[in-house]
């Protein structure tokens, strides 16, 4: 079993839909979460970090952390096509002698259809 | 602005040859990693450093070779190429310590034929 799971989609949605895209994992020892987001021929750019559960909101985004379900979630409202990108979860091992790699998700396709 | 360049967006090779792919941050971070990154698969690490002429070894690094002279240049060399390296090449950095931002470069899309 990956440490986090992540469904690859594609998800295509109709513009101003709210989107949600989830990530599950499985140690919980995770703390630290982060969205990257992704646009075509780019590299992924860090979105939202949160730490612990409850929300984090910035702007559209809102990042959520369900600890008792290890479940991690970004919701986007009223969605762009401009949020048309591949988002991926991340985490690390915060305990962990070498904590400077991330895990990560694989990633989920987003198409936001005008 | 920080920024992370790669010297190639594009790259074609062939079967046997050696190939680098470099990468310069301009951040002065401590760590620098190399991903590769494939459908289906995701991101995956092959290499990483956290201070000059310091490697370690990521999730997938049979084939691939690192080097760290200096700190802001961390490149990748494919001793002997082959056809099921052809994948998108992605270089990153950060500040040293645990889970902190990543910076990834534009990555380069190599082929080999």
């Known amino acids: 079993q990956k440490e986090v799971e992540q469904d690859p989609g594609p998800l295509s949605v109709p513009e101003g839909a709210i989107v949600s895209l989830n990530c599950t994992y499985s140690?919980?020892?995770?703390?630290?979460f982060m969205w990257y987001r992704q646009y075509s021929r780019k590299g992924p750019e860090l979105l939202m970090y949160?730490?612990s559960s409850g929300n984090k909101e910035d702007g559209r985004f809102t990042a959520q952390v369900d600890k008792s379900s290890k479940y991690i979630s970004l919701f986007i409202r009223d969605s762009q096509p401009s949020d048309s990108a591949t988002y991926l979860c991340?985490?690390?091992?915060?305990?962990?002698?070498?904590?400077?790699?991330?895990?990560w998700g694989l990633g989920t396709s987003l198409a936001v259809n005008p | 602005d920080v920024k992370v360049t790669q010297s190639s967006r594009y790259l074609v090779k062939r079967t046997g040859e050696k190939v680098f792919l470099e990468c310069v941050q301009d951040?002065?971070?401590?760590?620098m990693f190399w991903y590769r990154q494939d459908p289906g698969l995701g991101l995956r690490l092959i290499y990483f450093?956290?201070?000059?002429?310091?490697?370690e070894k990521g999730d997938i690094p049979e084939g691939y070779s690192v080097s760290r002279e200096k700190k802001e240049r961390f490149s990748l060399i494919l001793e002997s190429a082959s056809t099921n390296q052809t994948s998108m090449y992605l270089c990153?950095?950060?500040?040293?310590?645990?889970?902190?931002?990543?910076?990834f470069g534009p990555g380069t899309r190599l082929t080999v034929l």
């Open positions: 991340a985490t690390y091992h915060s305990n962990a002698g070498n904590n400077r790699k991330l895990i």
């Open positions: 140690n919980s020892a995770f703390q630290y």
């Open positions: 949160t730490y």
């Open positions: 951040m002065d971070h401590e760590n």
């Open positions: 450093s956290y201070d000059v002429k310091m490697k």
């Open positions: 990153a950095s950060s500040f040293g310590g645990s889970g902190n931002t990543q910076y």
